[in-house]
């Protein structure tokens, strides 16, 4: 724990920064200024803002700090995908990983510490969930990102040429849907047209199927929205994911059908990860077809990614391009994804932090920024 009493503005949206700028006695105006330079230039002190008087600078410097987690960890595989480890001030830690590609640079960001849905497949769900990230916590992910990467003051929005960092998707560790409001709050941080400025056409929020919460991201946030279906019927998809139990194929694919502003411009992503003689046969292939009849969509296939004693193989080459050929075939967009940062377990599905659960006996602090964490 930090015992430095000075409140970090990090994270903080425009209504709480203004509040806060008004109980420290503050002109409004302010509260815009310290904005621009938080979330537009990066800034990490207050001595450089030049654009405030000197004595002010030194008051908002007793009073609070622009902090970033620690990194504990920083890695890069030999494909150029990066890793970073944060810690944040409780000490729970969480991965984000960089992506670079040609025309685009993506961040995948962490919405837990660990996650409660244990699919079968994926590496997170084997750590206990310690908890939901708050909003700062979100949004220091991005911070960090743009400070490895050099790639302050951000760009305008929509201005992508060169940037290294041009999209986000809420892939990482944890269920978005399980912790909406602060990443709701993140999210709006972040799509900030003054600050971080990542327009929400180039954000991606991924859901194992969290069914009752997919409607307020479409009319909320207005993100891209992509859905882990991994199987074609209840029966396997209750084995992989086992939050189909809850809610199963039928309403998961009802929701995608009533999600807000989708459309042929704008699909829905299904994801599908390959599991070899699980999931990747030619008859599940023509049944996906069927499924997604009526919806806008596109299929990502994921070669399944291993990790030290997981239950799965991934399918043969052969297996996954047939299964791509007939989505292909009936009229999907179905490319398979290239696993990127296998090396340094960076792949989908490999995050996992050492973080544990604080046992009852000595319960850890919990910190103010935490949201209710939903039962799975
Ligand atoms: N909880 C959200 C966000 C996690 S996103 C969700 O389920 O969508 C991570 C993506 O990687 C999901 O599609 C997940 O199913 C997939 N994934 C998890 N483990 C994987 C693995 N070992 N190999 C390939 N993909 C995996």
Redo the contacts with the bound molecule.
Sequence with gaps: MSDDPRRDLVGLGRTALAEEMAGFGAEPFRARQLWHWIYHRGATDFAGMSNLAKGFRELLAQRYTLGRPTVTSALASTDGTRKWLLRFLDGQEVETVHIPEEDRGTLCVS?QVG?T?N?S?????TQRLVRNLGAPEIVAQIMVARDALGEWPSPANGADGGRQLTNIV???????LYNYDNVAAALKIVMDPEGLAVSRRKITL???GVVPMMARVGAELGVNL???L?AVNDELRDQL?PLNRKYPIGELLDACRAYPGSSNARRITF?Y?MLKGVNDSPAEARELVRLLRGIPAKVNL??????PG?P?ECSSAAAITAFSDTLFDAGYSAPVRT?RGRDILA????LKSESVRARRTNPAPVPPAVGRISAA
């Design positions: 919405s996650c849905l699919c497949f994926c590496h997170t769900g809420l892939m990482g560790m944890g269920e978005p991924s859901t194992a992509a859905v882990s991994h994911v994801e990860v994921i070669p399944f990614n291993p990790w997981a799965h696993p792949a989908c599905g490999q």
